[in-house]
């Protein structure tokens, strides 16, 4: 086969962090597991260990776990060329994930400026003041108002948690200068957006989600410049979140099949966000693919498949809704092979502050849906007969009052 043309992005996931394998006289993706590794020549180990405390690659022995996992690894290798990105880092969960790049980003200034909306849980890390970061949250078109000497990191989530709203990632970057970009871009994975190709300097993924897509795996994954990496790295080798050897399995394993789920699953939101478009229950949607976005077709190859709805019935009928559906699973996470629903004011945004919620939009009527692999009219039935049970009970008890 000639490596002369750029393979497209189906073969990479095919093939990534594999490249090895035939040396190695396997053909499916090896398990190692070993907390530790032995050394019997003290000099060599001695330089593999302060090669990668420094946030390095291993130089021999990987040492101990903590440090580097060969099956991590290459699940960080594979990501890493599926974002563009020059090397991945991958830790326990999104969080510890997100936690580390912004330890990072605070060795070189103590101030951060944000958008909202943020994922309930990030949103709470940077408003917490755990890390001792100065957060200045700012809307598009702020940024560059809003940098200072000391800012070190501009993060934004495109589409956001969880009202979809799309953020113009080129205006971004072009707004923060010579600041880096974050982008937590986990409801896009690679197969709709490349953050890095737009400028961006790191990608965040919550590998729980869509790169999992099984709903068995908690997991982050950070994709970025070699610069970011090593710091990265070495918080980790340092901090300890790191991601288990048979979790890296899990997600590269799945890996081949992620344009495959995530395209069909777009497909049955895009059905999804028709029907409910065209409810009486429903007083809005909030979906990428309805709104008209220019960044749809363009920073977005598609609009994806989580989408977020308000009933006209309020927290109540919410309510009513999330007990009536049996084929959706009531829960949080998202990006599943099973479609999820949940309240986001109630659950995932439950500890945003609530000034925040009410201008972004994370109302008590809003419902937050994640297209799975079911059959599309099979999923319209489930949530049809959901949405009707809701408004009876509304109705009914409206009457009583
Ligand atoms: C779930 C989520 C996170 C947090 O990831 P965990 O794996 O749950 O720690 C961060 N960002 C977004 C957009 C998420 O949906």
Redesign the pocket.
Known sequence: MSQTRALSFATRAVHAGREELSDLGVHALPIDLSSTYPLPDLDEGGRSLEAQAMGGQPIGSSVYQRLHNPTVARFEGALAQLEGADEAVAFA??????TAILLAAKQKGGHVVAVRP??G??DHLLASGLLGLEVTWAEPGQIQAAIRKDTSLVIV?TP??PTLKLVDLAAIVAEAGSVPVMV?S??ATPVLQKPLDLGASIV??????FLGGHGDV???VVATNAFWASEIRKIRVITGANLHPLSAYLLHRGLPTLKVRVEAAQAGAIFLADKLANHPAVTSVHYPGLTGSKLVGTQMKGPGSILAFELKGGFEAASVLMKEVTLMTPA????SVDSLIQHPAAL?HRVVDPKAKAEHGIDEGLIRLSVGLEEPSDLWADLEAALVKAMAAVASSAGAR
Do not use: P, R
């Open positions: 969960s999104g969080m510890a994930a997100f943020l994922y849980g990030s989530e956001a948690n937590d986990t409801f965040l993924h919550s590998a729980t989600k908690l997991a982050g949080v996470s998202l990006g995932t």
